[in-house]
């Protein structure tokens, strides 16, 4: 039979997100280090790409905040910026508010379950001082009521300003002080599964609110003069 002639070419735009998703990630689990200069040659030679994907990706990270650019000078990760922590905090909490809002009418047992056990993980993981596991349990527990809201919108605004934040959250998981997210989830598992919207909507909103004492501990860097 004929041979497809584009038979195992992975399409431009597979690896245009995937560089972006992976430089992002990167970025905010700090192996990419605030104020660190970044190459699109060698960014291309550890993703395996050529450099356009590279240089589309970071186009897009310079427009979510998380890269910086000087045309011909320089292009590195953004420094930890507390004021834009705090911008991205009062966003992400708003949108997960609206989420879990519209989410409590359509809430399944199964997908009550679901955020029971992911928040069983995180309690774990945080005991455990597993950064990683920790990040990755808060993510599934959230996730839950942002997929029942089947709101793409709100999906689209997290994808842009929870990386920001997700970048000083990391130092609160390491900390004493992130075990009391483990509360703030039962509290909204509870509403959420006595059906009151209202209630679990506001308790999903003070748990991001709930990252105040964080940015105490952040840092707020120029650029390195040139």
């Known amino acids: 039979m004929p041979i497809p002639e584009r038979q195992g070419v992975i399409p431009r735009a597979l690896l245009r997100e995937n560089a972006f998703r992976t430089i992002r990630d990167a970025i905010v689990d700090g192996t990419l280090a605030p104020g660190e200069r970044l190459n699109d040659a060698e960014l291309a030679q550890w993703l395996g790409v050529s450099r356009t994907p590279v240089r589309e990706a970071l186009a897009r990270l310079e427009e979510a905040g998380l890269v910086q650019t000087k045309p011909g000078r320089y292009t ?44 069983r993980r995180f309690a774990e993981a945080l005991h455990a001082g597993d950064v990683d596991a920790a990040i990755a349990s808060d993510d599934e527990f959230h996730c839950v009521a942002v997929t029942a809201s089947a709101n793409s919108a709100i999906l689209s605004v997290l994808e842009q300003f929870s990386p920001i934040l997700r970048r000083l959250e990391r130092l609160r998981f390491s900390s004493l002080n992130g075990r009391d997210s483990v509360a703030l989830h039962d509290r909204i598992i509870d509403f959420c599964a006595a059906g009151d919207a209202e209630r679990a909507a506001l308790a999903a909103r003070d748990n991001w609110l709930s990252l105040d004492p964080l940015f105490e501990c952040g840092e707020s860097d120029d650029p390195p003069a040139q």
């Open 76 to 119: 590195m990760v953004t420094p930890l910026d507390v004021q834009a922590a705090r911008a991205a905090q009062s966003v992400t909490a708003a949108m997960h508010e609206l989420a879990v809002r519209q989410a409590v009418p359509n809430l399944s047992p199964e997908e009550i379950e679901t955020m029971r056990a992911a928040n």
